[in-house]
């Protein structure tokens, strides 16, 4: 059973960083997928980005050149970069993990951008 634990959320100003972290454990498989979504109130939940352990990445148009996925493979931890941040990347943002078919989740971490 895969399970996922994430930090780094937090209130932060407009043009400002943080770190997302999602530490995963119990996973068998090298062929995976690390996601990060985000729902914000009254919207439904979006990708934001997406690493394939094949190298391949995916980012939603209106975080692509602000935010960074990586992975330390040796150490199960998986990171969202956020820069350049905006009022309305404000949202709880989730990790997501995909692996033989299966989908886990992590417990959701608060972003918020505000003056």
């Known amino acids: 059973q895969v399970q996922l634990v994430e930090s780094g959320g937090g209130l932060v100003q407009p043009g400002g960083s943080l770190r997302l972290s999602c530490a995963v454990s119990?996973?068998?498989?090298?062929?995976?997928?690390m996601g990060w979504y985000r729902q914000a109130p009254g919207k439904q939940r979006e990708l934001v980005a997406r690493?394939?352990?094949?190298?391949?990445?995916y980012y939603v148009d209106s975080v692509k050149g602000r935010f960074t996925i990586s992975r330390d493979v040796a150490k199960n931890l998986g990171y969202l970069q956020m820069n350049s941040l905006k009022p309305e990347d404000t949202a709880v943002y989730y990790c997501?993990?995909?692996?033989?078919?299966?989908?886990?989740w992590g417990q959701g971490t608060q972003v918020t951008v505000s003056s």
């Open positions: 690493s394939h352990s094949a190298g391949t990445n």
């Open positions: 997501h993990y995909e692996e033989l078919g299966y989908n886990y």
């Open positions: 119990g996973s068998i498989s090298s062929i995976n997928a």
